[in-house]
Structures are given as structure tokens and as C-alpha cells.
């Protein structure tokens, strides 16, 4: 018998790509989540940019003449993409602190369904407001 170790992607949300209307829908999103999830969204696309340049700088300068600078080339590209991950990451973690119980363990179940690793957060607790009698 023969076990496998397969590390799972990331459970990402994509706030960054064009799901907002399905994330909204799907995990019944109220309207502080939504202005959350659109602050977020407008400073991702910033440090998107930001990044991008970057990479477009250093492709269009970067010498690229020996095998040597080839391989600093490649290393300081990895380096930028990296930089782009870990910005969307955060921007989902930082939307799914905002995530009640429920919402949580639907995007928990979610994550299970496609086998993926889910970002660990601790869910928000909603105050329900009690009505006077």
C-alpha cells in the first residue's frame, strides 16, 4: 500500500479576477463585506500593477546574452510572481476575516469539494441586534 504526500494549491477566492458577482451570490455577502471586498479588490490592483511594471521593466532591460544572466533573469521574475501570489493571498485572507460562521464553513466545504488547502482565519462574530419588546 502506498501513501501520497500532495501538497493541495491554495483555497483562493480570486477577488482580484472576475468572480465578484459570484462570490457575492454564493456566499450571501451584506453590505460591509461587499465595500470590504471592494477596498480590498482596489488596493490589489494596485499592488497588481505596481508589480507588473516591474516585470515588464526587468524583461525589457535585463540582460539576457549568457546562460548566467538568464538564470538571474528567471530568479528575479520568480521573485516578482511571487510577490503577486502572496498580494492575492492576503487580500483573501483579509476578505475571509470578515466572513461570518456560516459563510466560513461554506467556503470550508467548498475548499473540501475541490481539495484544496483552505486559508485558515478566525470567522467574525456578528452581533444580532434584540429587539425590545
Same mark, same amino acid.
Given at each position: ?7 493541495? *494549491? ?13 462570490? /457575492? ?14 477596498? @480590498?479588490?482596489? !488596493?490589489?490592483?494596485?499592488?497588481? /500593477? ?8 526587468? @524583461? =525589457? ?5 549568457? !546562460?548566467?544572466?538568464?538564470? /538571474?533573469?528567471?530568479?528575479?521574475? /520568480?521573485?516578482? *510572481?511571487?510577490?503577486?501570489?502572496? =498580494? ?5 485572507? *483579509? ?18 469539494? =475541490?481539495?484544496? *488547502? ?8 456578528? !452581533?444580532?441586534?434584540?429587539? !425590545?419588546?
Amino acid at each position: 500500500m502506498f501513501f501520497s504526500v500532495v501538497n493541495a *494549491q491554495n483555497c483562493t477566492l480570486d477577488i482580484g479576477g472576475k468572480n465578484n458577482e459570484t462570490i /457575492k451570490t454564493l456566499f450571501q455577502l451584506n453590505e460591509e463585506q461587499v465595500s470590504v471586498m471592494e477596498s @480590498l479588490q482596489g !488596493e490589489l490592483e494596485v499592488k497588481t /500593477k505596481s508589480v507588473e511594471d516591474q516585470i515588464e521593466k526587468l @524583461l =525589457a532591460q535585463h540582460p539576457q546574452s549568457t !546562460e548566467e544572466d538568464l538564470i /538571474k533573469l528567471a530568479e528575479k521574475y /520568480k521573485t516578482l *510572481q511571487q510577490q503577486l501570489v502572496e =498580494a492575492a493571498y492576503d487580500s483573501d485572507k *483579509q476578505l475571509l476575516s470578515v466572513f461570518n460562521v456560516k459563510q466560513y464553513e461554506r467556503y470550508l466545504q467548498l475548499c473540501n469539494e =475541490a481539495i484544496r *488547502q483552505p486559508i485558515k482565519v478566525e470567522p467574525k462574530n456578528y !452581533e444580532i441586534p434584540v429587539e !425590545e419588546e
